[in-house]
Nanobody, 127 residues
Framework: QVQLAESGGGLVQAGGSLRLSCAAS????????MAWFRQAPGKEREFVGA????????YYPDSVKGRFTISRDNAKNTVYLQMNSLKPEDTAVYYC????????????????????WGQGTQVTVSS
């Protein structure tokens, strides 16, 4: 069983920054993908970015590229999402997720490819 716990959400003004954390426990994470998704009220869950646990490769959609950065601390089994230049449209509940096995680049943005999810953390960006 895998447990994921997000933290770091909150209220921030437009143009500000937040860093979310996702602490993982319960198994070896040497060959998997960790990802961040978000979901705003009335909208579908949206891919925000992903990182391969065994390497440094990161992947982002155009909507956040250049503003959001994913990193990881293997010793702490923790993945971070640094969010800069936040906009009101970034307001959502942010979830981290992990796969049980490796994913192709095309699969990384697909929510059903992930096996475990955290409980989510609210990010609110005021204008």
């Amino acid at each position: 069983q895998v447990q994921l716990a997000e933290s770091g959400g909150g209220l921030v003004q437009a143009g500000g920054s937040l860093r979310l954390s996702c602490a993982a426990s319960g198994r070896s994470f040497s060959n998997i993908v960790m990802a961040w998704f978000r979901q705003a009220p009335g909208k579908e869950r949206e891919f925000v970015g992903a990182i391969r646990w065994s390497g440094r490769s990161t992947y982002y959609p155009d909507s956040v590229k250049g503003r959001f950065t994913i990193s990881r601390d293997n010793a702490k089994n923790t993945v971070y999402l640094q969010m800069n230049s936040l906009k009101p449209e970034d307001t959502a509940v942010y979830y981290c997720a992990t796969s049980l096995g490796p994913l192709s680049i095309a699969a990384m943005g697909v929510s059903y490819e992930y096996d475990y999810w955290g409980q989510g953390t609210q990010v609110t960006v005021s204008s």
